[in-house]
Nanobody
Framework: QVQLVESGGGLVQPGGSLRLSCAAS????????MGWYRQAPGKQRELVAN???????NYSDSVKGRFTISRDNAKNTVYLQMNSLKPEDTAVYYC??????????????WGQGTQVTVSS
């Protein structure tokens, strides 16, 4: 069974930094794209950033220049370095990935979410 487990959320002051991690575990044959989404109270879930298996990245305009997505393929892990955080970055952040399990077809997996709160 494939799982995505996030860590690294918390409370930070405006202008501060946090680093989120998301590790894929289980019976995995291959991992393709990985990414981060977020959902603030009363709003729809939105893309923050994603990264292809080859390392190509894509960012939402709201985080471009402040957030950096990266991945360690040997550890099946994706990271989100968040700098210059703003109160409007407050949300639950979800990891997602396209994974081929050892037995079964390609599927889209989500983590359980980690809370990020930016407040003074």
């Amino acid at each position: 069974q494939v799982q995505l487990v996030e860590s690294g959320g918390g409370l930070v002051q405006p202008g501060g930094s946090l680093r989120l991690s998301c590790a894929a575990s289980g019976s995995i044959f291959g991992i393709y794209g990985m990414g981060w989404y977020r959902q603030a109270p009363g709003k729809q879930r939105e893309l923050v950033a994603n990264i292809s298996s080859g390392g190509s990245t894509n960012y939402s305009d709201s985080v471009k220049g402040r957030f950096t997505i990266s991945r360690d393929n040997a550890k099946n892990t994706v990271y989100l370095q968040m700098n210059s955080l703003k109160p409007e970055d407050t949300a639950v952040y979800y990891c997602n990935s396209d994974i081929v399990p050892m037995r079964g077809p390609l599927d889209h997996y989500w983590g359980q979410g980690t809370q990020v709160t930016v407040s003074s």
